[in-house]
């Protein structure tokens, strides 16, 4: 809010990026209320619970900055985090993962699990910040949709988002975790082909719709695996490893899609991002197999 250089709002912008780390205590903290067996449970709670402030803070940060000026966004953002921070004060760790701190060396932390399930949340954030944080806007604006509809068709698929992360407790019930990452990403591959062949909202909103519940599962999902392949003891690093290896899909969704883009065609990113929710697929299905595999054996 005070920044005046581009300097300055450079400094602003990564400590922000800094506190976003809060994420991975946060949802560590919160799974360990549930027992063991209820990964899926709790990671799809704190999944859904962040997906509604995502929603809710965008919806109504855009009323407030048009109707009071962007400062306002700045200073009731401020206000929010004092009282999440002062909420966290009176968070308590249950007794059972109370325990003296041990030095663990990366190398017993990072197996070929844990790198499985980054590369399977790097493609899948790949996808997501070259589409529907990147140029699905952009591609909309080429078939003539206008910025109000724009904000339904993103509003939509993170709804979307949200009721998919719900979502995971009853699909793992009907399905084992390597049949709901087949299927999962099934439907954000097929989504994402068809997006780029359609011109019309009337088919371009569900598509999005359906594969932002496509991600909203993934998300929770991936979550889940991180924690039932670690312990209490190193599950923090076990969390803030995945989550800062999937954010190396965050930076080449832009980046590559922007290239491709350039150089082919705006339609030409879904295809690429659909071949990237490929390997993610293939990927995945190895690494839910052996995780399940372990249980049954445990």
């Known amino acids: 809010m005070f920044s005046s250089t581009g300097i300055t709002l450079f400094l602003s912008r990564t400590l922000t990026g800094l506190a976003?780390?809060?994420?991975?205590?946060?949802?560590?903290?919160?799974?360990?209320y549930f027992k063991d067996d209820n990964a899926d449970r709790s990671m799809s709670q704190a999944v859904m619970i962040n997906s509604i402030g995502l929603l809710s803070s965008t919806y109504f940060g855009g009323l407030i900055a048009e109707n009071y000026g962007i400062d306002t966004v700045f200073i009731i953002s401020a206000i929010f985090g004092v009282i999440s921070g002062v909420c966290m004060l009176f968070s308590q760790e249950p007794h059972q993962i109370n325990v003296?701190?041990?030095k663990i060396s990366l190398k017993k932390i990072i197996n070929k699990r844990l790198l499985g399930i980054c590369a399977t949340g790097s493609c899948l954030f790949y996808l997501t910040f070259s589409t529907i944080y990147g140029f699905i806007p952009i591609y909309l604006t080429n078939i003539g949709a206008s910025e109000t509809m724009i904000g339904v068709t993103i509003s939509l698929s993170l709804t979307a988002s949200?009721?998919?992360?719900?979502?995971?407790?009853?699909?793992?019930?009907?399905?084992?975790?390597?049949?709901?990452?087949?299927?999962?990403?099934?439907?954000?591959?097929?989504?994402?082909?068809?997006?780029?062949?359609?011109?019309?909202?009337?088919?371009?909103?569900?598509?999005?719709?359906?594969?932002?519940?496509?991600?909203?599962?993934?998300?929770?999902?991936?979550?889940s695996l991180v924690i039932k392949q670690s312990n209490y003891q190193n599950r923090s690093t076990s969390m803030g490893i995945y989550q800062s290896l999937y954010s190396v899909g965050m930076f080449l969704g832009p980046f590559v899609s922007g290239i491709i883009?350039?150089?082919?065609?705006?339609?030409?990113?879904?295809?690429?991002?659909?071949?990237i929710c490929f390997i993610g697929m293939i990927i995945g299905m190895f690494i839910t197999d052996t995780l399940e595999i372990n249980e049954i054996r445990n």
């Not at 976003?20 to 360990?32: C, M």
């Not at 062949?197 to 991936?222: E, S, V």
């Not at 883009?261 to 071949?275: H, K, N, P, R």
């Open 100 to 102: 003296k701190p041990q």
């Open 20 to 32: 976003a780390a809060g994420w991975v205590p946060i949802s560590v903290l919160y799974s360990s």
């Open 162 to 223: 949200l009721i998919g992360a719900g979502s995971l407790p009853k699909i793992n019930q009907l399905m084992n975790n390597r049949k709901a990452i087949l299927f999962t990403w099934i439907l954000m591959i097929t989504t994402t082909i068809f997006t780029p062949i359609f011109h019309t909202l009337i088919i371009i909103i569900p598509l999005q719709f359906i594969g932002g519940f496509g991600r909203g599962i993934m998300t929770a999902l991936l979550m």
């Open 261 to 275: 883009a350039g150089m082919i065609g705006v339609e030409s990113i879904f295809y690429f991002a659909a071949l």
